[in-house]
T-cell receptor, first 112, second 112 residues
Framework: GEDVEQSLFLSVREGDSSVINCTYT??????LYWYKQEPGAGLQLLTY?????DMKQDQRLTVLLNKKDKHLSLRIADTQTGDSAIYFC????????????FGAGTRLAVHP | EAQVTQNPRYLITVTGKKLTVTCSQN?????MSWYRQDPGLGLRQIYY???????DKGDVPEGYKVSRKEKRNFPLILESPSPNQTSLYFC???????????FGSGTRLTVV
């Protein structure tokens, strides 16, 4: 079945790199996404990667995909206090409809 | 500005009193979905729609109804709300053929 798992909490020091990890079970995933949710706000699409890619970089964000291990990670370089939020990993599948399956979310806390 | 607009943002109601949460998008997207967010569970899909007059159940549809009479609108209806429907609700839309969803700001519903 479809399942996406994330660790629930990560604490980093300002200026360090953050790495948020995600594992998924369904090998028929087409796209994998990272969303950011700030307090009291909706979900903001940060980045996504197509399942035939290994890596995608977008400014301070680097997404790594290991298809063999079904492991996705999001690295945030030079983490700032404004990066404190909940980060959700999500996947969609082939089949004519892009239903999103979400993980439970990782709360990132950035401290001075 | 491209956006998904939900109303209301906050709602407190009593058990059994019918309510509707509205959702509207201005991006001409085909796909629209409703999700509920509960602590530790991430986001779970309630209903989705692939186009006008085409809707289907998601993972947790019990106690909810939807309609898609126009492309831009996708209201969520709770005919007889119960306390277990207390949650944070998100509407989202997406173009066909892949790509990420754009989310609304959320509706926090409390049923007492």
């Amino acid at each position: 079945g479809e399942d996406v798992e994330q660790s629930l909490f990560l604490s980093v020091r300002e200026g360090d790199s953050s790495v948020i990890n995600c594992t998924y079970t369904d090998s028929s995933s087409t796209y994998l996404y990272w969303y950011k949710q700030e307090p009291g706000a909706g979900l903001q699409l940060l980045t996504y990667i197509f399942s035939n890619m290994d890596m995608k970089q977008d400014q301070r964000l680097t997404v790594l995909l290991n298809k063999k291990d079904k492991h996705l990670s999001l690295r945030i370089a030079d983490t700032q206090t404004g990066d404190s939020a909940i980060y959700f990993c999500a996947e969609t599948f082939s089949g004519g409809y892009n239903k999103l399956i979400f993980g439970a979310g990782t709360r990132l806390a950035v401290h001075p | 500005e491209a956006q998904v607009t939900q109303n209301p943002r906050y709602l407190i109601t009593v058990t059994g009193k019918k309510l509707t949460v509205t959702c509207s998008q201005n991006m001409n997207h085909e796909y629209m979905s409703w999700y509920r967010q509960d602590p530790g569970l991430g986001l779970r899909q309630i209903y989705y729609s692939m186009n006008v007059e085409v809707t289907d159940k998601g993972d947790v549809p019990e106690g909810y109804k939807v309609s898609r009479k126009e492309k831009r609108n996708f209201p969520l209806i709770l005919e007889s709300p119960s306390p277990n429907q207390t949650s944070l609700y998100f509407c989202a839309s997406s173009p066909s053929g892949g790509g990420g969803y754009t989310f609304g700001s959320g509706t926090r519903l409390t049923v007492v």
